[in-house]
């Protein structure tokens, strides 16, 4: 990179920075549950929430990897999980810049490109809390970065092989990538070497599978058995679909406008989709771009037709393709109405601004508050559960909860996930049986746990009740303001000692 360019990086940097700091000392419950899978990495060696009982329930064992290091450095993982992911942030900025400065129009665009990003009001949350959203960003990028040459030579795609594998680790979805990326190359143009990337990708990924299989008994990871819904073509599709749209219009909205009327524009005017979204003008030439239209569409169309539980994060990896598709779209149809250098630059600088304006209203006045609120209840309500744990549960207890990140990281105790995200018992009946049901009936009384810990809008709804033979001693409670964004209204969590009910005449 010349000066410019890294100063421009750096402004980017600067904006995420300053958008950072309401939130720099937040966190999120799953947040702690890739400490412990980290913490009990680096100290037994084996992928586990609970100790001596390895299951795929990280769903980024690479960043899960990461932290051990870290940890085994003597690094407190609560201050490191967030400055990892502020650095991978930071990186993802500067690829950005990277990978729009290549579609030209000089430096402006690329700017443009690298401050939408930095002030994306969802970028901005699930890096501020020490997620692996960061990271999984940054390896998205990579690998987009890598295909806009890897159909040059065998030794580019090899390296883009590697990277779709460490893409995968980073975050499951990314395995979407790899068909997606030999879609790409087999529409490009070049030889059979432009295909070597599978070459690379198919023996490393089969590895890991073998691995991971035979350490935890599971291939992929939990999470696809607890948030995934029923395959689905019904009507009510289209009613899905909102929740991704709704997500990515909420600080995208100019970007994927700009990138739709590029798309139209390409397709009708010109008779070539990719005129309007690359340099070349043609999506033959340039396989990377290729890549991040089908990545655009496909990734938001896969969770729909999964029937996924969408929460804001699991589309971030697609909010930089959608950037630089929307800003690139954005200068070249400017530059078909205007040949004025003057007007060209003051219509990409009104449309930056118009979009970091969006994302900086919602992340002000619509992020920032709860996320901090939640965060704060967490550390003092489930932290202050999992401490009274640690103090006094015997240290052979079983703590039933839906929650687990918290109360498990400072419990020490094992946890059995009502949620089913890290015990493959519970991931079985959730496959049949929701997990209001599960709570509610007692069904995972069966595994004996010794404690419950319990989220419902209704305080203390189990205290003195008796289920399955088990009775429920409520031992603290408390409110917290909200479960998120798209759960506003408070929730009480209660902590429950479970024991055997005495039977009358006994």
């Known amino acids: 990179m010349r000066r410019k360019d890294i100063r421009n990086?750096?402004?980017?940097?600067?904006?995420?920075?300053?958008?950072l700091l309401p939130l720099r000392d937040t966190v999120v419950d799953d947040t702690f549950i890739h400490l412990q899978y980290a913490r009990n990495l680096a100290a037994a060696g084996e992928l586990s929430f609970n100790r001596g009982d390895p299951t795929y329930g990280a769903t980024s064992p690479l960043w899960v990897g990461i932290l051990a290091l870290s940890a085994k450095a003597g690094a407190d993982l609560l201050v490191w999980c967030r400055v990892f992911a502020w650095?991978?942030?930071?990186?993802?900025i500067a690829l950005v810049y990277r990978i729009t400065a290549a579609a030209g129009g000089g430096p402006w665009t690329p700017l443009a490109a690298a401050l939408m990003l930095a002030s994306d009001a969802w970028f901005v949350r699930w890096s501020a809390v020490g997620m692996e959203t960061s990271f999984a960003v940054f390896m998205t990028l990579v690998v987009l970065d890598l295909a806009r040459s890897a159909a040059r030579s065998a030794g580019r795609s090899a390296l883009l092989g590697a990277a779709l594998f460490l893409a995968a680790l980073s975050r499951p979805e990314a395995l979407l990538l790899v068909?997606?990326?030999?879609?790409?190359?087999?529409?490009a143009k070049g030889t059979a070497r432009r295909f070597a990337f599978l070459l690379?990708?198919?023996?490393?990924?089969?590895?890991?599978?073998?691995?991971?299989?035979r350490h935890t008994g599971t291939y992929f990871p939990l999470t696809a058995g607890a948030k995934q819904g029923a395959i689905d073509f019904s009507p009510l599709i289209l009613r899905r679909a909102l929740i991704p749209a709704r997500i990515m219009g909420a600080t995208l909205l100019l970007p994927?406008?700009?990138l739709l009327a590029g798309l139209a524009a390409g397709s009708f005017r010109r008779r070539s989709p990719g005129y309007y979204l690359s340099e070349s003008g043609s999506l033959r030439e340039e396989p990377g771009v290729l890549l991040m239209l089908l990545w655009v569409f496909a990734l938001p169309v896969a969770y729909v037709v999964l029937d996924f539980q969408v929460l804001s994060r699991y589309l971030v990896p697609v909010a930089p393709a959608v950037i630089v598709l929307g800003?690139?779209?954005w200068r070249k149809l400017v530059a078909g109405i205007t040949a004025d250098a003057r007007t060209r630059r003051a219509a990409v600088a009104i449309f930056t601004s118009l979009a970091i304006l969006q994302s900086v209203l919602l992340y002000e006045l619509e992020v920032v508050p709860p996320t901090r609120a939640f965060s704060q209840a967490l550390e003092t309500m489930l932290g202050g559960m999992g401490r009274w744990l640690d103090t006094n549960a015997s240290e052979d207890a079983l703590v039933a909860a839906c929650d687990i990140g918290a109360i498990g990281?400072?419990?020490?105790?094992?946890?059995?996930?009502?949620?089913?995200?890290?015990?493959?018992?519970?991931?079985?009946?959730?496959?049949?049986?929701?997990?209001?049901?599960?709570?509610?009936?007692?069904?995972?009384?069966?595994?004996?746990?010794?404690?419950?810990?319990?989220?419902?809008?209704?305080?203390?709804?189990?205290?003195?009740?008796?289920?399955e033979g088990v009775s429920f001693e409520s031992v603290m409670k408390g409110e917290v303001p909200n479960l998120g964004i798209r759960k506003p209204e408070p929730v009480v969590y209660v902590l429950y000692r479970l024991g055997r009910a005495e039977k009358a005449g006994e």
């Not at 990086?9 to 958008?19: E, I, K, S, Y």
């Not at 650095?87 to 993802?92: V, Y």
């Not at 690379?200 to 299989?213: D, Q, S």
């Open 409 to 467: 990281y400072y419990s020490h105790r094992r946890i059995l996930d009502l949620g089913g995200l890290v015990s493959p018992e519970i991931n079985r009946m959730r496959r049949e049986i929701d997990v209001d049901r599960i709570i509610e009936e007692g069904l995972y009384l069966k595994f004996g746990p010794d404690y419950l810990v319990d989220r419902n809008r209704f305080p203390e709804r189990f205290s003195g009740a008796v289920i």
């Open 87 to 92: 650095l991978f942030a930071a990186a993802s």
């Open 179 to 187: 068909p997606l990326a030999a879609v790409a190359m087999l529409f």
């Open 256 to 258: 994927w406008i700009a």
């Open 327 to 329: 800003v690139t779209a």
């Open 200 to 213: 690379v990708f198919v023996p490393l990924f089969a590895a890991w599978l073998f691995v991971i299989h």
């Open 9 to 19: 990086v750096a402004l980017g940097a600067v904006l995420f920075g300053v958008l």
